[in-house]
């Protein structure tokens, strides 16, 4: 029983990883006022760009660096559409997913003569597992925190490092005053689509990690639609976690947990259709919970404040 645990918890965090890295991208662009419902094509991009490029130069390092370069590539294609040419950003954003889904198709097959995956053919590189010193010899612990791969460990310090950000600099500071209220930033000299257009590249940066775990950490390879709309689950998670990135984080895991409970089920459930969607319905549930508790909460918060008023009110004629 407690290695079925331990492997569930170990399953749990390898299946969160890459939404923990889309949430991360999303919480960014949230901050400065914006919804980045392009992080799926971002994905996609990264994913399909680290591959080729990593077997181009046979250099893991140099395929991570030109994946992450191909997504703040169409991260500033879509800032100049939208900002610029005053394009409408969500239907761009769209747009750009609907594309991206058939174009990475189009290019596996120009390259490999294939139209589903780029495995056989690119012989592409990934990065490994690593064993933490010390924590690997802890009995369950060890189990549970070591042996995942390198992308993981990097999407738990990228929550730190995205939270310093945001709250700790100058850069964040912006961000945020750009999101509450751009025309106050205006006012003191800062064009807030520059500020715009620095978050939806920084997301792109953080989010490109996402999709190349998919196709260079958890696998080595690219397969068709490999995301499986991973990017809208994390800005899904970005979202009720109101922005910030830990709360973000968290409900990356709590929706890692319906993928990990989907893939536990698969001996017991034969529809293949109804697993694909049973992770989009406990998540379609526990929003609509976490919705519910929180505009009860917002109706118990008016009430109490309805109620000092009148109180004070009361206070006041009597005096």
């Known amino acids: 029983m407690v290695d079925y645990i331990t492997n569930f918890i170990y399953s749990l965090i390898r299946i969160s990883t890459p939404i923990i890295f889309v949430a991360l991208c999303s919480t960014i662009s949230q901050q400065a006022g914006l919804l980045n419902m392009a992080a799926e094509a971002m994905m996609l991009t990264s994913a399909l760009a680290g591959v080729m490029f990593s077997a181009m130069f046979q250099n893991v390092w140099l395929g991570i660096l030109c994946g992450m370069a191909c997504s703040v590539i169409l991260a500033l294609f879509l800032c100049f559409a939208s900002f610029v040419m005053k394009a409408d950003l969500y239907l761009m954003s769209i747009s750009l997913n609907m594309s991206l889904v058939a174009g990475t198709v189009f290019v596996?097959?120009?390259?490999?003569?294939?139209?589903?995956?780029?495995?056989?053919?690119?012989?592409s590189l990934s990065l490994g597992s690593i064993d933490i010193p010390l924590i690997k010899d802890i009995p369950i612990l060890g189990a549970i925190l070591s042996g995942h791969n390198l992308f993981t460990y990097i999407a738990l310090v990228m929550v730190f490092l995205v939270w310093f950000l945001l709250f700790r600099t100058k850069i964040g500071l912006r961000i945020r005053a750009s999101g509450q209220n751009p025309h106050a930033v205006e006012s003191v000299g800062i064009n807030p689509r520059k500020i715009y257009t620095l978050a939806f590249v920084l997301s792109a940066a953080v989010g490109s990690l996402g999709g190349m775990y998919l196709s260079m950490g958890y696998n080595n390879f690219f397969i068709r639609n490999i995301t499986a709309n991973r990017g809208f689950i994390g800005m899904a998670a970005a979202t009720i976690g109101n922005g910030m990135p830990v709360g973000?984080?968290?409900?990356?895991?709590?929706?890692?947990?319906?993928?990990?409970?989907?893939?536990?089920?698969?001996?017991?459930?034969?529809?293949?259709?109804?697993?694909?969607?049973?992770?989009?319905?406990?998540?379609?549930?526990?929003?609509?919970?976490?919705?519910?508790?929180?505009?009860?909460?917002?109706?118990?918060?008016?009430?109490?404040?309805?109620?000092?008023?009148?109180?004070?009110?009361?206070?006041?004629?009597?005096?």
């Open 108 to 123: 596996v097959y120009l390259v490999t003569g294939t139209k589903n995956t780029t495995a056989g053919v690119v012989q």
């Open 248 to 319: 973000a984080t968290i409900m990356s895991f709590v929706f890692g947990l319906a993928y990990a409970i989907t893939n536990y089920l698969k001996p017991y459930i034969v529809d293949s259709y109804f697993l694909s969607a049973l992770p989009f319905l406990l998540i379609i549930i526990f929003y609509f919970i976490v919705s519910a508790y929180r505009s009860t909460q917002e109706k118990r918060r008016l009430l109490e404040a309805k109620k000092k008023l009148m109180q004070a009110e009361a206070a006041e004629s009597q005096l």
